[in-house]
């Protein structure tokens, strides 16, 4: 009996506040989208905030903390600052810290990486041949963190089932919802 | 005198304690009254100004969505990137303003439009509010005549549990007695 009252509400919905309807729920979706392509052109970085997924930063960093990324290209790269980077022709970032910096007159630099608790440093990470990183390969520098929030992501990750369940439910709730 | 509509003979059951959807049914109620009783027609300027507003909006944003997967950032797509989402958080603002201040609870505008189609039509609004946990459902009827005619208000303040029974189904007689009350006693305001 619960379940056919708010079918009821669709029900007596002419076309326009169907469309209306469908709209409120696009809206949603391009404020979260929107507000997130904000952040790429303030911080510069084409992923502002991401997850830490592997331990190789301990005790800085653990598994699930969110990161806060900047990339503005003024500021130079320096031993010692925490960066996330993409190694070409893989997408996951690694996040791990400068050891070593060579820089040119004219700007270019190369730099090497090593994570606080990893043994050797990323050489062995890097693509085959390659034995420094550039300026392009990097995703932006950690700014800020909140620990922990990341691990949501993670689960959804893992279980992608539970993620489509999730956004399924909320997507059907916001469309039958009336106002 | 009154054709019989479909929601008189059906009238909708909703969850008594929602106090939202005992919004809706006596929004629609209302309507229903107020087209059926009389030959007015509905006019959806209102809402399609809402839908307009809202329109342009995903559209910015789907456009933000697409560019930026043809042309990826941060070569060339940024000052694209930077106008659509300030256009889109203005068009965002443009609706709150649309719903707060020209909108303003009206859920139904009718025309009574001229048979001869010389004197302008009248204009039918029907506004309501009822507060989150209140049990108070504010009607407001206001008539003006089309142009410039100063609008004549007629208001009403319903207590909701009179117009629903105890498994939630909407009175619709009450509601049309008060709705004609309403509509005579603007009616019969003189200006």
């Given at each position: 009996?619960?379940?056919m009252?708010?079918?009821?509400?669709?029900?007596?919905?002419?076309c326009?506040?169907i469309f209306?309807?469908?709209?409120?729920?696009?809206?949603?979706?391009?404020?979260?989208?929107?507000?997130?392509?904000?952040?790429?052109v303030v911080?510069?970085?084409?992923?502002?905030?991401?997850?830490?997924?592997?331990?190789s930063?301990?005790?800085?960093?653990?598994?699930?903390?969110?990161?806060?990324?900047?990339?503005?290209?003024?500021?130079?790269?320096?031993?010692?600052?925490?960066?996330?980077?993409?190694?070409?022709?893989?997408?996951?970032?690694i996040?791990?810290?400068?050891?070593k910096?060579?820089?040119?007159?004219?700007?270019?630099?190369?730099?090497?990486?090593?994570?606080?608790?990893n043994n050797v440093?990323?050489?062995?990470?890097?693509?085959?041949?390659?034995?420094?990183?550039n300026?392009?390969?990097?995703?932006?520098?950690?700014?800020?963190?909140v620990?922990?929030?990341?691990?949501?992501?993670?689960?959804?990750?893992?279980y992608?089932?539970?993620?489509?369940?999730?956004?399924?439910?909320l997507?059907?709730?916001v469309?039958?919802?009336?106002? | 005198?009154?054709?019989?509509?479909?929601?008189?003979?059906?009238?909708p059951?909703?969850?008594?304690?929602?106090?939202?959807a005992?919004?809706?049914?006596?929004?629609?109620?209302?309507?229903?009254?107020?087209?059926?009783?009389?030959?007015?027609?509905e006019?959806?300027k209102?809402?399609?100004?809402?839908?307009?507003?809202?329109?342009?909006?995903?559209?910015?944003?789907?456009?933000a969505?697409?560019?930026?997967?043809?042309?990826?950032?941060?070569?060339?797509s940024?000052?694209?990137?930077?106008?659509?989402?300030?256009?889109?958080?203005?068009?965002?603002?443009?609706l709150t303003w649309?719903?707060t201040?020209?909108e303003?609870?009206?859920?139904?505008?009718?025309?009574?439009?001229?048979?001869a189609?010389i004197?302008?039509d009248?204009?039918?609004?029907?506004?309501?509010?009822?507060?989150?946990?209140?049990?108070?459902?504010?009607?407001?009827?206001?008539?003006r005549?089309?142009?410039s005619?100063?609008?004549?208000?007629?208001?009403?303040?319903?207590?909701?549990?009179?117009?629903f029974?105890e498994?939630?189904?909407?009175?619709?007689?009450?509601?049309?007695?008060?709705v004609?009350?309403?509509?005579?006693?603007?009616?019969?305001?003189?200006?």
């Open positions: 009996m619960f379940q009252d708010f079918l009821d509400d669709i029900r007596r919905m002419n326009r506040q209306y309807q469908f709209l409120n729920f696009a809206m949603i979706v391009s404020s979260a989208l929107m507000i997130w392509k904000g952040l790429m911080t510069g970085s084409e992923s502002p905030i991401v997850v830490v997924l592997s331990g930063m301990e005790p800085a960093f653990h598994r699930g903390d969110l990161l806060f990324l900047t990339n503005y290209e003024q500021e130079p790269i320096r031993a010692g600052e925490i960066v996330v980077f993409k190694v070409e022709g893989r997408d996951i970032p996040v791990h810290r400068v050891m910096v060579h820089e040119k007159e004219d700007g270019a630099v190369k730099f090497l990486t090593k994570g606080d608790n440093d990323d050489r062995g990470l890097y693509a085959n041949g390659q034995a420094w990183l300026r392009k390969d990097v995703v932006g520098r950690a700014r800020g963190y620990p922990f929030i990341g691990i949501v992501t993670i689960i959804m990750n893992d992608p089932k539970f993620k489509y369940a999730v956004l399924a439910g997507g059907v709730f469309l039958i919802h009336r106002e | 005198m009154s054709v019989s509509s479909a929601m008189e003979e059906n009238p059951k909703v969850n008594k304690w929602d106090g939202n005992l919004k809706n049914a006596l929004d629609d109620a209302v309507k229903d009254v107020l087209l059926s009783h009389f030959s007015y027609i006019s959806h209102l809402l399609d100004g809402r839908l307009m507003i809202s329109s342009v909006a995903v559209g910015f944003s789907i456009f969505l697409v560019w930026d997967w043809l042309y990826p950032f941060p070569q060339s940024r000052s694209v990137m930077l106008v659509c989402v300030v256009v889109y958080f203005v068009m965002m603002g443009v649309y719903t201040y020209l303003c609870g009206i859920f139904c505008t009718a025309l009574n439009k001229d048979v189609g004197d302008p009248q204009i039918w609004n029907a506004s309501s509010s009822l507060k989150r946990f209140d049990n108070k459902y504010h009607l407001c009827l206001s008539q005549t089309g142009g005619g100063r609008p004549k208000e007629a208001r009403t303040v319903l207590t909701v549990e009179n117009y029974d498994t939630g189904k909407l009175l619709y007689a009450s509601v049309a007695k008060e004609l009350r309403l509509y005579s006693d603007l009616d019969s305001k003189k200006n």
